[in-house]
């Protein structure tokens, strides 16, 4: 499977980055051969949208599942799932090499809901419960 993995540095050694939006990089490998590629988020320096810059750039990556450790917000899952893409929750993180191997090993589950992560409202850049009375 052709998968993009969120990255805080552009190799398989790096840590996976929790943000989906604004990952500085994504690890694009094939879990099969762990042949990999990585590739800069145009969307991770949009000044909106991020989202949805790095959806469109994936779609256009030919990419058939991303893992993120963190939450995957309404923007970024409506165009995810719109474009086919499927999309797995990771939120221990880890080691993108790693992520891989338990993506193809199928010990990731499937996000089915916009944030059903279970880490509170990490897109956000909030704490849990932030904002809330």
């Known amino acids: 499977m052709k998968a993009a993995i969120t990255a805080a540095a552009p190799n398989v050694d790096a840590?996976?980055?929790?943000?989906?939006?604004?990952?500085p990089y994504f690890v694009v490998l094939d879990t099969k051969t762990m042949e990999w590629t990585a590739v800069e988020n145009p969307g991770a320096s949009a000044r909106g949208?991020?989202?949805i810059y790095a959806a469109q750039f994936?779609?256009?990556q030919g990419v058939e599942a991303v893992v993120c450790a963190g939450n995957y917000g309404p923007n970024a899952y409506d165009?995810?799932?719109t474009a086919g893409i499927k999309m797995y929750a990771n939120p221990?993180?880890?080691v993108i090499r790693e992520v891989g191997k338990m993506l193809e090993a199928g010990k990731l589950s499937e996000a089915t809901i916009p944030g059903d992560e279970g880490i509170g409202d990490a897109h956000y850049g909030r704490?849990?419960?932030a904002g809330r009375r």
């Open 49 to 51: 949208g991020a989202a």
């Open 127 to 129: 704490h849990r419960g």
């Open 92 to 94: 221990s993180g880890g």
């Open 79 to 81: 165009s995810l799932k």
């Open 58 to 60: 994936l779609v256009e």
């Open 15 to 23: 840590q996976q980055e929790p943000r989906f939006g604004r990952a």
